[in-house]
């Protein structure tokens, strides 16, 4: 019977969003969730996103018929040309498949439960220290164990490129790499290009696999070629690999749940056969849980992305939010450095995308929390998008505050 059943402890993202939502104290300020925020603190939806919302509202064509298992092809094939690249050689050489997905996470979901299925030898997911708490779970859901390789230095607050290289080289052959395309969540530290190619050395070496997690392509510089060089790089070098793709973030479709996954084969004269077979088993998971992915999300980016003017607009939105955010950055640092808050400060500067790794420790995030109603996780993470010129003296006095206590 039921009562067996233990009880979960809360989500703690949306446990926290929900205590914010509760919260009555006027200058509170939320800085948890990873949703883009205007400078009113408002949801932003995007004007391309409105535009497109009106050409299918117009279209008297439009049904809601089911979209095929692996989702609307004008979208997924334009959603791998994003990723991958347009020119990308794995495209030409027909050896890539894609599968809308319930968003990111679905698509995280959907890559490892193909992993867990068809590669027998792979014992172990790494994922980064620190990760987005959920890669846990979905892995663990499916039964893949997950490791940790170290990432983020609490010295120089940046990468620990060394700890990292070390783990992955001790990694059991044949392991599961997850891997931030961009604007690593929580800590907003990405590996330079140099090195990502070292890291690429390693992967190939070990015969590792790599699970890339995009979720911020084009929202982290407002340059989608830049935000996808990570994957590019690594298509070029003949890697196998798969990449989930979210637009949540991008289109700001956070409750659209558009996404995607791509399977990428590795070169070889049969590789679009294999490609084949690849998605002719996802389509088997993909019914077996959803059936059919949902139609509006993927509808609107869809048309987005086939239209070069509605495209050229969508860029320029990104645009928008990924300077807000960096204007944000500069000023946050520059009200620490004029309050004299001890500790430096140069992190949130050199961070990029949704979110600061500030540095604050869990006591500290508790701290404000309740003396200040400022809301981030206890990880000392904040969203900057919720930073805005309304509340950032507010924001930085309470930092000040509490780093001082
Ligand atoms: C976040 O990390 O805040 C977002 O990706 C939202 C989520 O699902 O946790």
């Not at 703690?12 to 929900?18: E, V």
């Not at 094939?77 to 599968?99: F, H, M, Q």
């Not at 690594?234 to 700001?252: D, I, M, R, Y």
């Not at 056969?273 to 059936?291: F, G």
């Amino acid at each position: 019977s039921a009562e067996v059943v233990p009880q979960a402890p809360e989500d703690p993202m949306f446990g926290l969003s929900r205590a914010f939502k509760a919260d009555e104290h006027p200058s509170k300020v939320d800085v948890s969730i990873g949703a883009y925020r205007d400078n009113n603190a408002k949801p932003w939806v995007l004007p391309v996103v409105k535009k497109a919302d009106e050409i299918l509202r117009n279209d008297p064509n439009l049904d809601h018929e089911y979209a095929p298992i692996a989702g609307i092809a004008s979208f997924t094939s334009k959603a791998a040309e994003l990723i991958l690249g347009a020119d990308s050689p794995a495209l030409k050489e027909k050896r890539v498949t894609s599968v809308q997905t319930i968003s990111g996470t679905g698509a995280v979901h959907l890559g490892a439960l193909f992993l867990a299925r068809f590669f027998p030898g792979t014992k172990k997911v790494y994922v980064s220290n620190p990760t987005w708490a959920n890669h846990n779970q979905i892995f663990s859901n499916v039964g893949i164990p997950v490791a940790q390789y170290p990432y983020f230095s609490k010295q120089t607050k940046g990468l620990d490129f060394d700890g990292m290289k070390a783990a992955l080289s001790e990694a059991p052959e044949r392991s599961i790499i997850l891997l931030h395309a961009c604007a690593h969540n929580p800590t907003g530290i990405d590996p330079t290009l140099d090195q990502w190619k070292e890291i690429a050395v390693i992967i190939k070496e070990k015969n590792h696999f790599p699970f890339f997690d995009s979720a911020y392509q084009g929202f982290a510089s407002g340059d989608l070629l830049k935000d996808n060089a990570a994957v590019r790089y690594f298509v070029e070098q003949g890697l196998e690999l798969v990449a989930a793709q979210s637009f949540a973030k991008n289109f700001g479709l956070y409750g659209e749940r558009a996404g995607a996954f791509h399977f990428v084969t590795s070169p070889a004269p049969d590789a679009p056969e294999t490609t084949t077979r690849v998605a002719s088993q996802l389509a088997i998971l993909q019914r077996s849980e959803i059936s059919n992915p949902p139609l509006y999300g993927a509808r609107i980016v869809s048309t987005v992305l086939n239209d070069a003017q509605l495209f050229a607009e969508w860029e320029e939105n990104l645009r928008t939010m990924s300077s807000r955010i960096i204007e944000m950055r500069k000023l946050l640092r520059a009200k620490l450095e004029e309050l004299g808050t001890p500790g430096t400060w140069n992190h949130i500067t050199n961070q990029i995308g949704m979110f600061s790794f500030t540095g604050l420790n869990e006591p500290q995030a508790l701290k404000i929390r309740e003396e200040a109603h400022v809301y981030m996780t206890k990880n000392g993470r904040i969203s900057m998008a919720g930073l805005n010129t309304n509340n950032i003296d507010y924001f930085a006095k309470a930092v000040d505050k509490v780093v001082r206590e």
